[in-house]
């Protein structure tokens, strides 16, 4: 075979098998078989007791599988994880680092080629060849084994993160140690609580293992949804009764052998007596039977092996649909997942979430902007969370650091402790800004407007003095639903927004999906989401969709006169003009049909794709004002998408292009008279919101939960001192050297607590 078919036939290998130990073994003993050695084995690097410990081998002692190890600086081993490159030797035992290990029998082996297996420029790894002649492996050789690593450490660095890595080495049941995780803030604040976790439904590999208190429970739903099951597979039956071969339908008298009370059920059984509850114990069932399957080469009855996936997921899926109301979220719950979405979010009882992590996003996306709207503090892109080890964990929450404790220690909690208190009394300060003007010392007054898309928003929004709405987020609302909303139920909701801040502006954005924004009824599918079909794209595509929400925003607004239009993700001119006979049309048919003269409300803009910037006279020109989405703009700019949690490190509002950009956003708008407002989250940031300031935008649109510090900071540093440090920063090549310069601004003013509260520069201990 080609080396790149046997690389094709272990790549689906791999992914076909159950877990990760499973997955090593089919490398270990494919890669021997096509580099004809003695030896492959796989060392994995264990973080508690910074080991590579020996996870997989075929040539080596089996019974040292888990049980053997090497130091970071021992061994050709860890040789090769310092270097991070591979080394090929023809005599092993001659070299200085060689370290023998008795259990594995490797000493009568002379010739050694190990590579790093890297995953996001970290070593996790390390993957070994060996043979008793003595030879250098070939260039093709190597060449083999690179490739192969690079495409198992995607595989590894996901079990790890699902938590299968966990205590393969340490000694088990002892007392849970603590550990960090670094993430992305997507939501600033500090939280201590105890972790919830929160799977997708029906996502086997993701249930975790949870002791039950009541057997007897777990046992009546897991027979419940045996019987659901049973019944699905015999109405499937009959309904595929004349459109399925006699010998096609076998396949559901399997599925009934399989379910029969003898065969999987009993298992399942068995493991809830043993004490895990009916999901946890399903999946292990399941997860065995199919690493079983994986190690079998017979297309037949690797067929077998989805059968018994699809049956879990059934079982699986019946099993939630009877828990998922009585979930219980105590006090301080602290939502954990690989992936929260925003329906979900909006979906649990809020009172009781202290914070949320997820191992996947960005600080910009979609749900951490309603966490952020919530006041919720969140972590995102924690790659490396064990979720699944997770379940009921106390955790700290640290959004400011961007960290994330698991089992602190008693210290650490009392510090946390301490700093929630400090952080309660600068909230109290700031209440003392709620009816002050967003004015500097020397006179220059901001409007500072509120984004809002629940009803939350809008009584925080109020509370804390905003002037209107710089942005509602219509798609909110329409994420709350299993349909499109009529266009009364979209009159009734719009109305509560435009009558809560009338006579204030509110600027409702017109439907704004695609991209990271999914409607669960309207999906959309697309290999490039972030440049295909979203925003403007689709509404102009659908007028159906777009006629009847502006026809809807129009109706609210009567005798309000307070409604302003905004179109997202305006690319050219063409798009503005059939928005505006679209809204035309529906000005004179609701004038028709509400026999009431209609105000045409103020039309604008959001500036968030390259093309509108660079033509921002001639669009700025025909509308009446415009905002500036930096979410959006500065993900296109950088051409770093913003919910990917590997690049989020270049995600950043301080880089010196975006920074350039929206001053000549504002010089240009203004050229040709219009007023220009910013939106993204930038303009709640108070770092930023100063140089926004003193670039000359007329409004800054953040959350309720910024508004306070912002109006504090603006009311502190005089616009002179901010239009200063805005000419200095623009002539900076580097966006680390202006965050640090603004910081540095900030803190002269005694503002550092605004910024990052948890990590103080002078004086103030920071926890470890
Ligand atoms: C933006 O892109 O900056 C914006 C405000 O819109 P959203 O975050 O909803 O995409
Ligand atoms: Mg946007």
Redesign the pocket.
Known sequence: MLMLDILRKLVQDVDNAPNLLAALDVIVQSVRDALNTEVCSIYLLDERSNRYVLMATHGLNPNAVGNVSLGFSEGLVGLVGQREELINLEDAASHPRFHYLPETGEDRYNSFLGVPIMNRRKVLGVLVVQQQEKRRFGESEEAFLVTLSAQISGVVAHARALGQLENLHAPKGGVASPRIFHGVAGASGIAIGRAVVIYPPADLESVPDRVTEDPANELQQFNQALMGVRNEIQQLDTKMATSLMPEERALFEVYLRMLDDNALPAEVIERIHAGNWAQGALRSVIDEHMQSFAAMDDPYLRERMADVRDLGRRLLAHLQQQTTPNRDFPESSILIGEDISTATLVDMPLENIAAIVTMTGAA?S?MA?VARALGIPTVVGVSELPVGNLDDAEMIVDAYQSRVYVHPSRELRKRYKEIIKEERQLVAGLDAYRDLPAETPDGHRMTLYVNTGLMADVARGRERGAEGVG?Y?SEIPFMLRDRFPSEEEQRNIYRQQLSAFAPYPVTMRML?IGGDKDLPYFPIDEVNPALGWRGIRITLDHPEIFMVQMRAMLKAAIGLNNLQILL?MISSVFEIEEAQHLLLRAVSEVQEEEKVTIQTPKLGI?I?VPSALIQIKDLASIVDFVSV?????TQYLLAVDRNNSRVADLYTPYHPAVLRALQYVVTEAHAVGKPVGI???MAGDPGTAILLMAMGFDSLGMSASNLLKVRKVLRTIPLTNAKELLNEVLAIDNAAVIRSMVELELNKLGLWDLVRPTQKPVGGKVPA
């Open positions: 910009n979609h902007i942005l987020r704004d997202p959001m968030e989405g930096s979410n959006d703009l939106c993204g989250e």
